[in-house]
């Protein structure tokens, strides 16, 4: 009898536990939303456009900055086929719709940065936004259904997705408008940097090999610290410009992802379904 209370007891301490990681995270998202609203609207900055990186190539203005969008559309391409070939080995069945989503905007970031990059502009650069915060909102969906609950990662995926696209939205209109607010877009692209290592690190993942998250999201990162050095990195090298390494850079964790696709395995965690 004292056994089965001893079990029962840890399981409501562990219920407990998961329960207050979650209303950790619920908070985080609401203080992030609240500090947004404090800040001054913020316009698009005209000199954003100004890549350091202006060689013409084969006829191609920006050469660089748009061909190394190349892998891109390869990772999101591969992860598609390794989607949609068989279930993924290296993934959750259930979390098929978002891993598909997550690497179809990597495919249309491609296209999209290639399209922006062509013509750099505040008109053009909403079709590079547009598939980051599909892949943005994918990707943090996919997290949470391998890590706490794949039955709320999927009831988040569309809602989640529609915040993505509308904080894009939202500030081509109100651009157009000459009162340009990228707040929202901020948030939607900084947020899941905040969210996901506190996820990876509070939540035991149904999936073995967590390290691949992990490169993903350094990849990441160094890739914004790449396009910050644009200049410096283009001045240090003399051969390619940090943007250029930045497309490269988070391409780069794109291959990872797919990479952790076939080499992953679900272990002994029990997944909250």
Known sequence: MMRVESATSRTTHA????????????GVVLMGIIAMLFFPRVPQDPS???FIDQRRLFGIPNFWNVVTNLPFIIAGAMGLYVCNASVPRG??????SGYRVCFLGILLVGFGSAYYHYNPSTQTLVWDRLPMTITFMAFLCVIVGENISVRTANRLLVPALMVGLGAVIYWHITEARGVGDLRPYGLVQFLPLVLIPLIL????????KSG????????YVASKIAEHYD???FHTSGVISGHSVKHL????GALVMVLALTRR?????????
Request: net charge positive; no cysteine; charged share 20%.
């Open 15 to 26: 219920v407990r536990r998961q329960k207050a990681k979650a209303i950790l995270l619920v």
């Open 249 to 252: 850079l988070a391409s780069l």
């Open 48 to 50: 954003y456009h100004d």
């Open 231 to 233: 200049a410096a990195v």
């Open 201 to 208: 690190a509070m939540f035991q993942s149904k999936l073995s």
């Open 212 to 219: 691949y998250i992990w490169v993903v999201l350094g990849a």
């Open 91 to 96: 993934g959750i069945p259930e979390l098929g």
């Open 265 to 273: 395995r679900e272990h002994g965690v029990i997944a909250v379904r």
